[in-house]
C-alpha cells in the first residue's frame, strides 16, 4: 500500500498537486490545478461515498491507485475543458469516485 500522502500530477498544459485528505465517509484525494506558467486554474476534490455504486471496491484502493484514476480523470475533463466555466466563477468541484458517468460535477462557491 502507498504511503504517500501528497504529489504532483504532470499534464500536457497543467500540473496539478495533489493531497491524500480523507473524509470521514470514504476516501479522498484534493487538487489544486495550475496552467505550466503557475497560474492557479482552480481546485476539485475527489471522494469515495457509500451511498453510491462500488463503495466497497474504491475504499479497498491504495493512494496510489487513486492517485491513478484522478490523473485520468483529470487528462479527459482538461483536454474537453470540462472544468473551465467553473472555475472562471471561482467555484471548487467535487466529484465522486464511485460515479464515472457521472458529466457534471458537483460545485461550490470558494
Known sequence: MSTDTEGRIEGDSY????????RRWGHAIDVKLFDLGGTRLGGISFACHPEF???????SMNTCELVQIVSERLRIAMREGSYANAWDHGFHLFERFNAPEQKVPTVRQA
Not at 53 to 59: A, G, L, P, S
Request: no cysteine; glycine share 0%; hydrophobic share 20%.
Open 15 to 22: 500540473y496539478a498537486l495533489w493531497r491524500r485528505n480523507d
Open 53 to 59: 455504486t462500488d463503495y466497497e471496491r474504491y475504499q
